[in-house]
């Protein structure tokens, strides 16, 4: 196996002559290629084989008639999204939340993982780290959960501790839709900043440790260091990982956001994706959830292109 | 695009097969009937003794499809744009997913055919509210027409030194005693007076506690006559009088604080614990909060739930909210009941299902073996036993569901059901004379029967403007003005046009 993966050796005499044909090329790599295979099909199944479904943002579609009975409707549901009283709002909170996350959620475990690196102590080092993964692992029912018995009015006990310590009247505040997007982004803060934080630790491993003592030699103090060494160390890794969430920042968390929505924070709540979910399945208005997909995802690709270039213009290596 | 490609993968097990009359491996099988129904407890199992006596009984093999109850709506959506519609589906008759496929011909129209089944027509006046403009697709499964009520705390209001309330004023005076007076005597102040949970959905109507009231100040049952025309509820100034005393309650304290987030599952938990006093809801609550509070106290618990009936508003008038005096269909799959004569086929057995015996069975149990006739009353026996045990949870979870011509209620031709204990036969004797009290001043929805097609179109984007904005007003982040404006907002984007289509359908359906 180990004998057939590795290059084959060049051959003088093809140097010298013809191309190699395509079939010997497939035939000399067949290993390479059967091992495409299982991520190719996975691939045409599940990702590309249902974008046929997407049609029926253009139909009015009716399971029952199926995709060739069903009537077809061009833009009609685009220009119902468009013109309608929704596009405003979701597209405002959308794009709010995403925001809040680029600002909030996404330096945050790239901090966590600087300050985890100056730890000197590797026992704390890792017993913190471990413990801030740990949210990573829980569903986010639970995590809403744990948010209404901490914060409803009546019975959240942190809800009241806040009520006893600053007075005032008290607070729903899972109920206020002010309040809505500090807890979602405290939520997601709290679930994945410590797992995010491994691939940047993982980075910061990879530094060359001669750059640190260079770096003292010319008199750098820690946060010279930081600043001279470790971050340029890490770019490349915050570029990837920035290209990354362009591409599913109007991604919100479906479950996240469905869990925390009540009729008084509704306006502040609905998302693209709640939304779609909302209309397709539970009102059974497929074409017009299709439509509200399909635009989020052609947004999606457009910011994926769009910051790749970005980072190409500003001179760091894109994903492609 | 995650969520696009969600939708489309759940249909896309529809595409091949859904191509208007249905795939080769749909044949239904003349023997066996599929069912798909809600579900309150564990699945039963096939080989149980309930399944296999009903099965004898219709001397067919059934096969359920069993989901729980609180997926059920989103399950019948996927399962409409699937190719696994069974025989005969529960089904909400007026969701916009039934209306679309029944409107493309996925299910048996029985206007014309229904009659000729005597024990499916049930009373012709609900069989056509639960027609989607006087098309009917099924057998209605028959509930209570009246069943709105107050269930208050019948200890607290000795304690407090108040009589059962008659009037609205008379229930404002006793939420202000259950929330000042210290009802629960504990010396603290930790009690208010009406509970209301979260009510879940965006449908305007929904016989939540904020329709009751609505209702009691003389608004419509949704949709009610005004100046010769049909108008929503939320469009007239009884509505706005209701939510003021709704708001001025609310605001001072005499509801529960989380009232926009209490689920509705617990909605029992501050009567029972003696956090709240008051509910508003429909009187079969009174049998489980009597269940509660007898676990808590054996001896007392009958001295502890006073029900009364819908209440006067101010200046002694009085309207009752009725309900539709049904709960979804049970409608034909075209796909699978191909022709005319497996329909007649299918029918047939509905129809025996739907008599007394049938009904007895779904409602009941087995007879002897789970419980004895006594009086026309079915009284529980051999409980201890768990196989009975294990047929009567299958009856009431699960199978009950099934039954057209009953429920739990003390509507249907299957036996009542009556605990021996004496609180809960005075509640059920008291509700009968409630009911009669009421249904006098019932004021009923005309738009029952009538399904607007912009509604359905647009009901997804409409719907939560005014449920949210009212909620809004009650908790005070929005005036009334603002309210009035938001329902201007919901009239512009397709309201104005969806009380044309109610006008228009009920004047033709010369309701």
Not at chain 1, 192 to 211: K, P, R, S
Not at chain 1, 277 to 287: C, D, K, L, T
Not at chain 2, 136 to 150: D, E, F, H, K
Request: proline residues 6%.
């Amino acid at each position: 196996m180990a004998t057939d993966l590795a290059p084959p050796p060049v051959k003088a005499a093809k140097v010298a002559g013809h191309k190699p044909d395509r079939a010997r090329t497939l035939w000399r790599y067949r290993w390479l290629y059967l091992l495409l295979i299982p991520g190719l099909a996975y691939f045409i199944v599940f990702k590309y084989v249902p974008m046929r479904g997407l049609q029926i943002a253009f139909q009015d579609f009716v399971p029952f008639l199926g995709y060739n009975g069903s009537e077809w409707v061009g833009f009609k549901h685009f220009v119902d999204l468009f013109t309608g009283p929704d596009f405003g709002r979701l597209m405002y909170n959308t794009l709010y939340l995403a925001f809040l996350n680029v600002i909030f959620v996404f330096p945050a475990p790239i901090i966590v993982a600087l300050m985890l690196n100056e730890l000197r102590i590797n026992i704390l080092k890792r017993s913190v780290q471990s413990l801030i993964y740990i949210p990573h692992f829980l569903s986010w029912t639970i995590v809403a959960s744990l948010t209404y018995i901490l914060f409803s009015v009546d019975y959240g006990v942190l809800a009241g501790w806040v009520h006893e310590i600053l007075g005032g009247q008290k607070i729903d505040y899972v109920a206020q839709p002010d309040w809505f997007r500090p807890i979602i982004i405290l939520q997601t803060l709290w679930k994945t900043t410590g797992w995010t934080t491994i691939i940047y630790l993982a980075a910061l491993a990879g530094v060359n440790h001669e750059l640190y003592e260079a770096a003292r030699m010319d008199g750098a103090g820690r946060w010279r260091q930081l600043w001279h060494v470790t971050l340029p160390a890490i770019r490349p890794t915050i570029v990837v990982m920035a290209i990354l969430m362009s591409g599913n920042l109007l991604d919100m968390s479906f479950e996240q956001i469905w869990l925390m929505t009540n009729n008084l924070n509704r306006a502040t709540a609905d998302v693209f994706d709640t939304f779609v979910f909302y209309v397709g399945i539970n009102q059974g208005a497929f074409s017009y959830a299709t439509a509200v997909g399909l635009f989020k995802g052609v947004v999606g690709v457009l910011l994926i292109f769009g910051s790749n270039w970005l980072a190409k213009r500003l001179g760091q290596r894109g994903l492609f | 695009m995650a969520g696009a490609l969600m939708l489309t993968t759940a249909l896309l097990a529809s595409a091949c097969s859904g191509t208007g009359g249905g795939g080769e491996s749909s044949q239904a099988d003349a023997n066996t009937i599929t069912f798909m129904t809600q579900l309150f407890g564990t699945a039963p199992n096939p080989q149980g003794e309930l399944h296999q006596a009903i099965e004898k009984f219709l001397g067919k093999k059934i096969k359920v499809t069993w989901v729980p109850n609180a997926d059920y709506p989103e399950k019948v959506n996927v399962t409409l744009a699937s190719a696994n519609i069974p025989d005969v589906m529960v089904v909400d008759p007026k969701s916009p997913a039934f209306g679309k496929a029944a409107e493309a011909g996925a299910f048996w129209d029985l206007t014309d055919k229904i009659k000729k089944y005597p024990n499916l027509v049930g009373d012709e006046k609900v069989l056509l509210n639960s027609s989607i403009n006087g098309k009917i697709y099924g057998p209605y499964r028959t509930r209570p027409l009246l069943r709105s009520a107050v269930m208050i705390r019948a200890d607290w209001l000795k304690k407090v030194g108040l009589e059962a309330p008659k009037t609205t004023d008379d229930l404002y005076k006793i939420a202000e005693a259950f929330t000042k007076k210290d009802p629960d005597g504990n010396g603290k102040d930790d009690t208010y007076g009406l509970i209301i949970p979260k009510w879940p959905g965006t449908t305007f109507a929904a016989s939540s506690p904020f329709n009751v009231m609505d209702v009691w100040f003389g608004a419509p049952n949704n949709w009610g006559e005004r100046d010769g025309k049909l108008v929503p509820e939320f469009d007239t100034p009884e509505f706005f009088e209701a939510n003021r005393f709704m708001k001025k309650m609310i605001d001072e304290g005499l509801v529960n604080p989380d009232w926009n987030t209490l689920d509705t599952a617990k909605w029992n938990d501050p009567f029972v614990q003696g956090k709240g006093g008051i509910i508003i809801d429909v009187d079969v609550r009174t049998t489980q909060l009597l269940d509660l509070l007898k676990e808590q106290d054996p001896q007392t618990y009958g001295d502890k739930v006073l029900t009364v009936g819908n209440l006067a508003r101010p200046d002694g008038k009085k309207f009752s909210l009725p309900f539709s005096g049904y709960k979804d269909i049970l409608a034909v799959s075209k796909q699978r009941v191909k022709t005319e004569a497996q329909l007649d086929e299918l029918l047939k057995t509905l129809d025996k299902l739907a008599s007394k015996e049938g009904q007895v069975l779904l409602t009941n149990g087995i007879e002897g073996r789970n419980f004895k006739v006594e009086n026309g009353e079915a009284v529980l026996i051999n409980q201890e036993d768990p196989k009975v045990k294990q047929v009567q949870d299958d009856v009431d979870k699960a199978f009950i569901q099934l039954g057209t011509q009953a429920s739990t209620g003390t509507t249907g031709i299957a036996y009542p059901r009556v605990p021996p204990e004496a609180p809960y036969r005075k509640d059920l004797a008291e509700r009968k004379e409630r009911v009669a009290e009421d249904l006098k001043t019932a004021v009923f929805d005309p738009s029952l029967p009538v399904v607007s097609p912009t509604a359905v179109a647009k009901g997804a984007t409409l719907n939560p403007i005014v449920t949210d904005a009212r909620i809004k007003y009650l908790a005070g982040q929005l005036s009334e003005d603002e309210l009035k404006a938001e329902i201007k907002r919901w009239y512009d984007g397709g309201g104005t046009q969806i009380a044309q289509e109610i006008n228009d359908l009920v004047a033709k359906l010369g309701q």
